[in-house]
């Protein structure tokens, strides 16, 4: 019903950019929240950054200052721009949405794919 599709991962040097985007499409009413996810090898998932359908941003104190999340609300896409990354920045990056599909009767949380973020120092 509702599929979240990232992009926009890779290897980078420390002191890089990168830019993440994930569209969400299907049958979708609405959207909430969205946000973006990291998980390392052996660790376990965390919180990023989130931003509200009305532009409320959270970061992780880890990130704060370095990421930017942005929304297209028109295009039901979230962005992630990441600045002066970090070796600590590598993870597999999920981005993760709070919708109600077209029909559907509650709001559930839905995850894309996993995109690999890769810092080299």
């Known amino acids: 019903q509702v599929q979240l599709v990232e992009s926009g991962g890779g290897l980078v040097q420390a002191g890089g950019s990168l830019r993440l985007s994930c569209a969400a499409s299907g049958s979708i009413f609405s959207i909430n929240a969205m946000g973006w996810y990291r998980q390392a090898p052996g660790k376990q998932r965390e919180l990023v950054a989130a931003?509200?359908?009305?532009?409320?941003?959270n970061y992780a104190d880890s990130v704060k200052g370095r990421f930017t999340i942005s929304r297209d609300n028109a295009k039901k896409t979230v962005y992630l721009q990441m600045n002066s990354l970090k070796p600590e920045d590598t993870a597999v990056y999920y981005c993760n949405a709070n919708a109600l599909p077209m029909g559907g009767r509650r709001w559930d949380d839905y995850w894309g794919q996993g995109t690999q973020v890769t810092v080299s120092s």
């Open positions: 931003i509200t359908s009305g532009g409320s941003t």
